[in-house]
């Protein structure tokens, strides 16, 4: 079984920086895809961010160019460094790990565990 903890929310400023780590633990790191999905109140989970075993990651447009995905294979963890942070932004944050280790971690539907969630919430 999968245990995926998140860690790094929090209350920011608009335009400043957040960076959230989850920890996998309970399987083979290296086998799976990993990614970011967050929810707003009232609002469906979406897609964020996603890294595959190999190091291939992609972006919601929403994000590109502001949020960075990272893996680390030793240490079994994944970063999600967030920048130029804005008030849409507020959202549960949650770790996602996907068994298709190259091209899973894109659809919340495909997912095969979640991390608890962690709370970021960006003030104007």
């Known amino acids: 079984q999968v245990q995926l903890v998140e860690s790094g929310g929090g209350l920011v400023q608009a335009g400043g920086s957040l960076r959230l780590s989850c920890a996998f633990s309970g399987r083979t790191f290296s086998n799976y895809s990993m990614g970011w999905f967050r929810q707003a109140p009232e609002k469906e989970r979406v897609f964020v961010a996603r890294?595959?075993?190999?190091?291939?990651?992609y972006y919601a447009d929403s994000v590109r160019g502001r949020f960075t995905i990272s893996r680390d294979n030793a240490k079994n963890t994944i970063d999600l460094q967030m920048t130029n942070l804005q008030p849409e932004d507020t959202a549960v944050y949650y770790c996602?790990?996907?068994?298709?280790?190259?091209?899973?971690?894109?659809?919340?539907?495909?997912?095969?565990?979640w991390g608890q969630g962690t709370q970021v919430t960006v003030s104007s």
């Open positions: 890294i595959g075993s190999g190091g291939h990651t």
């Open positions: 996602a790990a996907d068994s298709n280790s190259w091209t899973g971690a894109r659809f919340s539907r495909t997912v095969d565990y």
